[in-house]
């Protein structure tokens, strides 16, 4: 039996609407279909009714359901007791994107030194591109990025999102009147490195405005990208959650834009070809620690995860 389609099963009946499913697990509504037809066939049973809308357990759906979630809780137990956390001495390779680093990120390595104090981290900070290329390959056992990665031997799990604001330095002179885009197009705009998630949206809003031709500066590191903006060389849009230091400090202030700039999904993502063994474990060290910096820091910073699984292998 599959587990993946037990998850799968599980989630649908959760949310009742195929699409959501889909969603949250990242795959398509065929994929869910194909999964519940196959936990149908091999149960010899209907475990759900089909409306126009959403679905519904049945009588034998139900039933299936206790069993499914207890086989699910019995699998994560045993993964847990396989792994001796005081011997484990491997090496687990992370990759996260810079506004995770800046963030969360020293929680979350403090958490795995914590509880596998003889585990070997080796990091990397890259583009959510080049990660899910290095994901597939091998080369990363785990990639905390901006996209779920397709193909392969790859599952994905929400950590959430990271609102996104227009910053400036108070030396710019900008008060709180509300700028459209032609109007903060007047300041050097300082982006997350070219192919990055943010800099794609701000060449898609600049271009969807037409009047409006921002000289843009890409720096790859974000460090540096938040001390130019403090000096009052320019705007950028980042995360709140990485410059809450500047903020307080009122060396950076938050622009009012009458463009909404879209939030940043955060998502985990991991080989399960069950080469490293602790690779889901570490996965969900890291939704513990998202979890509790959106609960510490509230919506207008972090939004909390919003699934318990997703992927495909």
């Not at 889909?22 to 149960?43: C, D, K, N, P, Y």
């Not at 979350?108 to 070997?120: C, N, V």
């Not at 994901?135 to 031997?153: E, I, R, T």
């Not at 599952?155 to 990271?162: I, P, R, V």
């Amino acid at each position: 039996m599959n587990l993946r389609f037990l998850e799968t099963f599980v989630l649908l009946a959760e949310l009742r609407n195929f699409r959501m499913t889909a969603e949250r697990l990242f795959t398509t509504q065929a994929a869910v279909s194909s999964r519940i037809a196959t936990l149908e066939q091999e149960f010899g049973v209907r475990l759900f009714d089909r409306g126009v809308r959403e679905v519904t357990l049945t009588a034998d759906g139900a039933k299936a359901l206790v069993h499914a979630e207890r086989m699910l809780r019995l699998m994560r137990e045993m993964r847990e007791d396989m792994l001796d956390k005081q011997a484990y001495a491997g090496v687990i390779r992370i990759g996260a994107i810079e506004s995770i680093v800046h963030s969360w990120f020293p929680d979350f390595l403090a958490l795995l030194q914590q509880r596998y104090p003889r585990l070997q981290v080796e990091i990397a900070c890259d583009t959510t591109i080049h990660m899910s290329e290095q994901l597939l390959k091998g080369q990363l056992d785990v990639s905390l990025q901006a996209k779920p990665v397709s193909g392969g031997a790859i599952a994905n799990l929400s950590l959430g999102e990271f609102a996104m604001a227009w910053v400036g330095s108070p030396k710019l002179g900008i008060g709180d009147e509300t700028l459209s885009l032609a109007e903060l197009a007047a300041f050097p705009i300082m982006s997350f490195a070219r192919g990055s998630e943010p800099y794609a949206v701000i060449e898609q809003l600049f271009s969807a405005e037409g009047n409006a031709t921002p000289h843009m500066n890409c720096i790859a590191s974000v460090a540096t990208m938040i001390r130019v903006v403090c000096d009052g060389l320019g705007v950028a849009a980042v995360p709140p959650a990485i410059i809450q230091r500047e903020l307080a400090e009122q060396r950076l202030r938050l622009l009012r834009v009458d463009r909404e700039f879209p939030s940043l999904p955060l998502v985990a993502c991991w080989r399960n070809d069950h080469q490293n063994p602790l690779a889901e474990t570490v996965v969900r060290a890291a939704e513990e620690v998202a979890t509790a910096f959106a609960l510490n820091h509230g919506q207008a910073v972090a939004r909390l995860p919003g699934t318990r699984l997703a992927g495909d292998a």
